[in-house]
């Protein structure tokens, strides 16, 4: 019977060591093939991407769990990113003051990148909750009508100005205690979301609303806000993770996040396949399971197009994989009560 | 002796659990209209069920034309000339009335592009319907018409096909009384052009106007068939009897004292087009029952004292307190919940453990600083809650989805206590649920009534009268009846929620 039950801790580290040794394997052959790949200065530049690409996929896993799709964050991490440039060349007019080794005038900058993702993913989140428009359409339209929005800054150019003097940069480059600043805030809002998700009431509401809303609704979860605050948190993150990579590259690019889509999807899925369903833990190894493949084929130099096409086709095998629900391959017997077999006279 | 169109013997079904049909035997005769009658878990829509091929019998034989046949799926049926039109008709309503009647049929050509010649279709539909005396623009989407023009679609999809048995189940319980005016003349139609009918109905006033045969199934047999003209009118109360038989046993559990003090009261409540003039009040250590068919107004009415179904007028008091009602998070806020009907929809969480669902009603309760979870406190009150219930197994972190159906109600009602209200609505409350588990039910539902105001809408009079002190009875959304338990019979009231109160249709 322990096959039906609920999640318990020890299935939660069966999950977790199922990852920890699809990842190890990968790892032993990379290293066997590669010997660049397993030192200190190869690991942290891949934590380091993998906290990009973590981020926009936690964003993505409360929109996930909800049982919804967005498909407007990477256009909406553009626009982020081009408000924080835009704001940041701004800077050289302003009497700024600096803090520690950054202009203090980049971080209201970053914050108002941020904000304004979350605008664009409160429009979505009002459309698809409160509006019910149908999600993957809505989100499409609102992405572009982002991207458009985000040529308005440069018309389409780079913004090169004062990335190099207003300190912005320092987002990528910092350290704390040795540990590379975006990796502590990968590592601080994956902490966050956790608790959020799978130890708060908060959480409780985001998986009964995405695994029956009517029955949420019926237990009196108000289920509209917690769509709309999905649709912002998704959007929020993607953004941040936009003006991380700005800042990583030193120029204003309209096209930061453009291909932010994919891998989010793919760690998101990839967690799934294996947890059975949309987690924090299980996205944060479906990034790192992403972010180890495609370092390792970057360091064998393979063109970008062929890590993507991989990145895309474990994707798919994901989406196969959590469609298999191995516990119930063996019994076909429909479970007394529950089966749709039960007569249900009216 | 005169031919069968349609001989069903020995008919068996069973669900885990529950013996739906208990060797069943029907005739057809052909050219008429039998009606097939029964409160609700008699097995009709079993019986009709096995005719159209979406269960298969475990037992008994199935006779057409004195040929025996075998019904394996829905395909079959149709094959046979064994047509269904249910309750609520399921088509494409983007498509045109013309296009869903061939739907599936509209090509005489095989493979997947030859060519759809809409003209033909829409003069071959136009044709079918000039048999009638009715006037429908077969050319418009099927979304924009009425639901008797949606019922005479659904049955000119049946006629297009060959058929010569026609089941109809419950057509009427959504259209107005004129509307089943048309259907009733169609019907006759049919009847001279020699289809044979299987008519299903709740309603005994409707069986006298068109039917000519009545067979009573009750408790998965059938217990009689009689000519419509022998038992005229004036034996409604005796086919009432028919319908329930003599097993009012004790399922019940013993009702309690005197009751206490109002809890919770409902003044002219109405919902437009559904019911109206809506009054009662429930106190302490009662239970105020409301019996309604299908279409009576009841099941809207659990939704709209739970505040998910806005109300167009009426008050709510609360412990002489007056309340508003907009939603079922204020509903639960202010002390007052519903355990629903349709529980695998409405109630419960299936791919979630027992815990996630009983906590979900009062997460305040047990989260601390943040919203975090106190999950050690949770155990122990979800427990506690399971345990009283008696739900089996007891594992609170079984998913849902793993128990019986008697055990997930039981879930569903942990929840409800969970929430500490005031008041409990328990809509259909043993519907899909075991014999076994029923009686655990009821007697939960009385002790909670020293306590709590208990009010149980159900459209199993059975319950409603073994359960409760006061009786409501809906009719087509009005209150046909409102009486002490003590002052009416069973079948009285069963043919007050069936004919409407009896008086009226003399």
């Known amino acids: 019977m322990t096959d039906k039950k609920g999640p318990s801790i020890s299935d939660t580290l069966k999950s977790i060591a199922i990852f920890v040794m699809m990842i190890a394997v990968i790892i032993i052959i990379f290293s066997l093939v590669e010997d660049k790949f397993l030192t200190a200065r190869n690991l942290k530049m891949l934590l380091r991407h993998m906290s990009i690409s973590a981020l926009t996929a936690l964003g993505l896993t409360y929109v996930i769990i909800l049982g919804h799709y967005d498909m407007s964050f990477y256009m909406v991490g553009c626009f982020a990113a081009m408000t924080t440039s835009y704001l940041n060349k701004m800077d050289i007019m302003m009497d700024s003051f600096m803090i520690g080794s950054i202009h203090s005038f980049v971080i209201p900058a970053v914050l108002a990148g941020i904000a304004v993702g979350c605008a664009w993913g409160l429009i979505s989140g009002i459309a698809v909750g409160f509006l019910k428009m149908n999600d993957m359409v809505t989100t499409i339209g609102v992405g572009f009508i982002a991207f458009g929005t985000a040529y308005l800054y440069s018309k389409g150019s780079f913004i090169y100005d004062n990335f190099l003097t207003s300190g912005i940069t320092e987002i990528n480059n910092a350290d704390w205690f040795y540990v590379p600043f975006p990796i502590v805030l990968m590592l601080g809002l994956y902490l966050i979301s956790y608790l959020i998700l799978s130890r708060s009431k908060f959480g409780r509401n985001f998986y009964a609303t995405g695994s029956n809303r009517i029955a949420a609704i019926f237990s009196g979860v108000r289920v509209v806000p917690y769509i709309i605050v999905a649709f912002v948190i998704c959007s929020g993150l993607t953004s941040l993770a936009a003006i991380m990579t700005t800042s990583a590259q030193g120029v204003g690019n309209v096209k930061a996040s453009i291909n932010f889509l994919m891998p989010a999807y793919a760690a998101v899925y990839i967690g799934i396949s294996v947890f059975k369903k949309a987690t924090v833990i299980g996205t944060f190894f479906g990034a790192l399971f992403t972010s180890v493949m495609l370092n390792g084929f970057t360091l064998m130099a393979m063109p970008f197009y062929l890590s993507d096409l991989i990145i895309a086709v474990s994707l798919i095998i994901a989406i196969i994989l959590s469609k298999i629900d191995w516990t119930s391959i063996q019994k076909k017997n429909p479970i007394p009560g529950s089966g749709s077999e039960i007569a249900y006279e009216k | ?506």
């Open chain 2, 1 to 506: 002796m005169e031919a069968l169109k349609l001989k069903m013997q020995g008919i068996v079904k069973e669900f885990p659990g529950v013996k739906a049909l208990d060797g069943v035997d029907f005739e057809l005769k052909p050219g008429e209209v039998h009606a097939l009658l029964g409160i609700n878990g008699a097995g009709k829509s079993t019986l009709i069920k096995i005719l159209s091929g979406v269960y298969q019998k475990d037992a008994g034989s199935i006779y057409l034309d004195d040929n025996r046949i075998e019904i394996k799926n829905a395909q079959d049926a149709i094959k046979h000339g064994i047509a269904t039109v249910y309750q609520d008709p399921q088509m494409i309503s983007t498509f045109t009335g013309y296009e869903n009647i061939y739907l599936g049929s509209e090509s005489d050509q095989k493979g997947i592009f030859s060519r759809i010649n809409r003209k033909k279709l829409r003069e071959k539909a136009e044709k079918l319907l000039e048999r009638f005396p009715v006037d429908i623009d077969l050319s418009r989407p099927v979304i924009e018409l009425s639901a008797i023009e949606k019922e005479i679609i659904a049955v000119l999809r049946a006629l297009s096909k060959d058929m010569s048995v026609l089941v109809l189940d419950e057509p009427t319980s959504i259209l107005t009384e004129k509307e089943t005016e048309v259907l009733f003349s169609l019907i006759r139609l049919l009847k001279d052009g020699g289809v044979s009918i299987i008519y299903i109905t709740h309603r005994l006033k409707e069986i006298y106007q068109i039917a000519d045969r009545l067979t009573v199934l009750q408790d998965g047999k059938n217990v009689a068939t009689l000519d419509t003209n022998e038992g005229d009118s004036g034996n409604h109360m005796a086919i009432a009897e028919l319908m329930l038989g003599k097993k009012l046993d004790k399922v019940y559990p013993e009702r309690g004292g005197n009751p206490g003090q109002e809890i919770f009261s409902v003044k002219d409540l109405a919902l437009n087009g559904t019911f109206r003039d809506v009054n009662f009040s429930v106190r302490r250590g009662e239970i105020v029952g409301i019996f309604g068919l299908v279409g009576s107004g009841a099941e809207e009415l659990s939704k709209v004292l739970f505040g998910v179904i806005p109300k167009t007028s009426g008050a709510f008091r609360l412990n002489e307190r007056e309340i508003k009602i907009r939603s079922s998070s204020e509903a639960i806020e202010q002390g007052i919940f519903l355990i629903p009907g349709d529980r695998r929809q409405e109630g419960q969480i299936s791919d979630e453990p027992v815990f996630f669902n009983v906590s979900l009603s009062n997460l305040k309760k047990i989260s601390g600083l943040l919203g975090l979870i106190r999950r050690g406190s949770e155990n122990l009150s979800v427990q506690k809650l399971v345990d009283q219930v008696k739900v089996v197994p007891q594992d609170i972190r079984q998913n849902v989805s793993s128990l019986s159906g008697g055990n997930q109600q039981k879930v569903v009602i942990s929840k409800g206590l969970f929430s500490d209200a005031a008041v409990y609505i328990f809509a259909e409350p043993t519907v899909g649920v075991d014999v076994g588990s029923k009686t655990g039910i009821y007697n939960l539902i009385r002790d909670l009534s020293n306590e709590k105001g208990i009010i149980i809408i159900s459209s199993d009079c059975e319950e409603v009268y073994g359960m409760c002190d006061r009786a409501i009875v809906l009719y087509k959304g009005e209150v046909a009846m409102h009486k002490n338990i003590h002052q009416c019979r069973l079948e009285e009231m069963l043919l007050c929620g069936v004919t409407g109160g009896g008086k009226s249709d003399r």
